[in-house]
């Protein structure tokens, strides 16, 4: 079964489609008995790939709870089955770092992430931001800056990505707090700035011009 199958598979699976609406619906018991069924399925059938995606689903709908410990364990259990998907690695990356303090482990996953998922600058970026975060947070700032600048792609100017949606600024917000790499993150947002305008994605150019107005306004300086 190749990459396509799998995924029209999981589309179709009726207990995940259930499972979802019904969370939509905040109805987590329901929602919770469709997938315990789902699960079970998946084992019998030995369908490993259909397995850690409802066990991705369990981590959803422990976070929908704000149970994000079960949320953390689940979306675990579904990397260890699936160890080469870099979303899984992401998510369960970003669970470690804002809700457990991880930092090591953090960075780890996300190197993992930049090996597997070469090709694909937008896993790369989440990756490099999510590292970076993880090595300010160990005090490495010089590390934590170098991660802002590769979040802009082999060229530095966020082309690679589809759309200004997927900038992140989770790591030029916590550098600013910290008033580390301030050069870096003024050019890093001019550059989301330009990429806005490249692709004319009116909402983003008036947020990245309200970003850089306030920046230049506070005269923020190392």
């Known amino acids: 079964m190749n990459a396509q199958q799998k995924m029209d598979q999981v589309l179709e699976n009726q207990n995940l489609d259930q499972a979802f609406e019904l969370m939509a619906h905040k ?3 329901a929602a919770e008995e469709e997938l315990n069924e789902g699960l079970a399925e998946a084992k019998f059938q030995e369908d490993s790939h259909l397995e850690a995606v409802f066990y991705s689903a369990f981590g959803v709908l422990a976070k929908l709870k704000k149970d994000y410990q079960k949320a ?3 979306y675990e259990a579904a990397e260890k089955i699936l160890p080469e998907d870099p979303s899984l690695k992401l998510i369960v990356a970003r669970l470690g770092l804002d809700i457990f ?8 996953r ?5 090996e597997i998922a070469a090709e694909d600058f937008e896993y790369g970026h989440q990756a490099y931001t999510i590292m970076g975060i993880a090595y300010l947070k160990k005090g490495e700032r010089h590390e934590a800056i170098q991660c802002l ?5 082999s060229e530095g100017d966020l082309m690679e990505l589809s759309s200004a949606n997927l900038i992140d600024l989770k790591l030029v917000e916590e550098l600013i707090k910290k008033r580390v790499g301030l050069d870096e993150c003024h050019h ?3 550059q989301a700035l330009h990429f806005a305008k490249d692709r004319q994605e ?9 970003l850089l107005d306030a920046f230049s ?3 923020v300086t190392e």
Do not use: P
């Open 27 to 29: 109805d987590f018991i």
């Open 72 to 74: 953390w364990e689940y």
């Open 101 to 108: 303090g991880q930092t090591d482990s953090v960075i780890r």
């Open 110 to 114: 996300c190197k993992k992430v930049l």
């Open 149 to 153: 600048i590769q979040a802009l792609g």
């Open 188 to 190: 890093y947002l001019a």
């Open 202 to 210: 009116t909402k983003h150019i008036e947020l990245y011009s309200r």
């Open 217 to 219: 306004n506070e005269e």
